[in-house]
């Protein structure tokens, strides 16, 4: 129900913009999140927008240069990562949930995309 894209290889100070696109349930009135995990480290929050996209909520690691944008007409959300570093270096997962919150549990994941920044 959520397919992660738009992952790949990057030099630090580039831009990737990943998208996820929502299908049946998730599709209509959910939170979508966006998290990543390194390998070794937990998993960890990114960034969350609400349904009506009226309020967003980033990592303090994240703010000011990762951007979370939804378009409801095509059930698509997107994560503009600019002057990406090498720590941002991760597997990123879209989730979805009833719930506007700050990491923790969601509902719905999707599989995950590899972004790889090269020093």
């Known amino acids: 129900q959520l397919q992660a894209s738009g992952g790949g290889l990057v030099q630090a100070g580039g831009s990737l913009r990943l998208s996820c696109a929502a299908s049946?349930?998730?599709?209509?009135?959910?939170?979508m999140g966006w998290f990543r995990q390194a390998p070794g480290k937990d998993r960890e929050f990114v960034a969350a927008?609400?349904?009506?996209?009226?309020?967003?909520y980033y990592a303090d690691s994240v703010k000011g240069r990762f951007t979370i944008s939804r378009d409801n007409a095509k059930n698509t959300v997107d994560l503009q990562m600019n002057s990406l570093k090498p720590e941002d270096t991760a597997v990123y997962y879209c989730?979805?949930?009833?719930?506007?919150?700050?990491?923790?549990?969601?509902?719905?994941w999707g599989q995950g995309t590899q972004v790889t920044v090269s020093s």
């Open positions: 989730a979805a949930d009833l719930t506007f919150k700050v990491g923790g549990h969601y509902d719905y």
């Open positions: 927008i609400n349904w009506s996209a009226k309020n967003t």
């Open positions: 049946g349930r998730t599709s209509s009135g959910y939170v």
